[in-house]
Every structure is written in structure tokens, then in C-alpha cells.
Nanobody, 122 residues
Framework: QVQLVESGGGSVQAGGSLRLSCTAS???????MAWFRQAPGKEREGLAS????????DYADSVKGRFTISRDDAKNTVYLQMNSLKPDDTAMYYC????????????????WGQGTQVTVSS
């Protein structure tokens, strides 16, 4: 059974930074990996993806220039560095993976973690 375990969430003031980690039981080098978030009453939003073979990344406009996705395939771990956080970034953050996933649509990804909460106060 594939497991994705997120960590690194917490509470931070606006303008601060957090780094989320997602450790996977699958081989991340053969999967595209992505981060999503969902705030109460809102749809799940794709934030960033990084593709197998390190062929590139995609970012949502809402986080471009502030968030950076990276991976360490030796540790089967993907990261999301979040800078210049805003109260609107408050949400549950999820890690996702898929062997041939492309883009930031949730349906493209097969495996999901349980999420880690990020709260940004003004």
C-alpha cells in the first residue's frame, strides 16, 4: 500500500516561511509529485508539480514566485518551500503522486497523503 506522509505544517505570521516535506513509500524518481491545498468551503487547488526525470515544474499563479517545489529521490521525499506567506495561504496541504501525472488537476494524481495544516495569521 502506497503511503505519502506530509510534515512541516504549523502556524506562522504573515510574511513568514515554512517548508513542507512529503515522504513516500513509492519510488519518487518514477513518479510525478505535486502539492495541493484545500481551505474550508473551497475546492482543492493544485499549487506545484515536479515531473519524473526532472523534466520540469509547474506552478499555480497564486504561488508563483513565492513557493518552490523540489525533490530528493534518494530519500523519496518532495518538498514545498513556502515564502512570503499570506493569510489566504491558510489551508490543509496535501502531497500527491502519479506515475504519469501532468499538470495541477487533482484527477491526474493517483496517490494522496493525509495532509498537514498550515495557518497564517495577519
Amino acid at each position: 500500500q502506497v503511503q505519502l506522509v506530509e510534515s512541516g505544517g504549523g502556524s506562522v505570521q504573515a510574511g513568514g516561511s515554512l517548508r513542507l516535506s512529503c515522504t513516500a513509500s513509492l519510488v519518487t524518481s518514477t513518479h510525478s509529485m505535486a502539492w495541493f491545498r484545500q481551505a474550508p468551503g473551497k475546492e482543492r487547488e493544485g499549487l506545484a508539480s515536479i515531473y519524473r526525470g526532472d523534466v520540469g515544474t509547474d506552478y499555480a499563479d497564486s504561488v508563483k514566485g513565492r513557493f518552490t517545489i523540489s525533490r530528493d529521490d534518494a530519500k523519496n521525499t518532495v518538498y514545498l518551500q513556502m515564502n512570503s506567506l499570506k493569510p489566504d495561504d491558510t489551508a490543509m496541504y496535501y502531497c500527491a503522486a502519479g506515475p504519469w501525472s501532468v499538470g495541477l488537476g487533482a484527477r491526474a494524481y493517483t496517490y494522496w497523503g493525509q495532509g498537514t495544516q498550515v495557518t497564517v495569521s495577519s
